[in-house]
Nanobody, 115 residues
Framework: QVQLVESGGGLVQAGGSLRLSCAASGRNFDSYIMAWFRQTPGKGRELVAGIVWSVGSTYYADSVKGRFTISRDNAANTVYLEMNSLMPEDTAVYYC????????WGPGTQVTVSS
């Protein structure tokens, strides 16, 4: 069974940076598109960024384009999200999953951006 564990969240001031990690165990992701999602209270999960694991091509939500960068480490079976120029509206719990999200959700990691 695939397990996803997100880490790297925290409290940061507006304009700051964080790097999120998602470690995956149970299988490799050569045939997957892996993605980061985020969720705020009362809202559904929003797709933030995705990466085609086999070739490394990426895509982003308009709201984060130019500020966030998704990447992966094949050997470590880990996907990352580098977040720069953070804004208060980026505050959310961040999750990784396949896209579409067919894997069990991990616990997520909280990102809080203060103004």
């Amino acid at each position: 069974q695939v397990q996803l564990v997100e880490s790297g969240g925290g409290l940061v001031q507006a304009g700051g940076s964080l790097r999120l990690s998602c470690a995956a165990s149970g299988r490799n992701f050569d045939s997957y598109i892996m993605a980061w999602f985020r969720q705020t209270p009362g809202k559904g999960r929003e797709l933030v960024a995705g990466i085609v694991w086999s070739v490394g091509s990426t895509y982003y939500a308009d709201s984060v384009k130019g500020r966030f960068t998704i990447s992966r480490d094949n050997a470590a079976n880990t996907v990352y999200l580098e977040m720069n120029s953070l804004m208060p509206e980026d505050t959310a719990v961040y999750y990784c999953n396949a896209n579409p999200p067919t894997l069990s959700w991990g616990p997520g990691t909280q990102v809080t951006v203060s103004s």
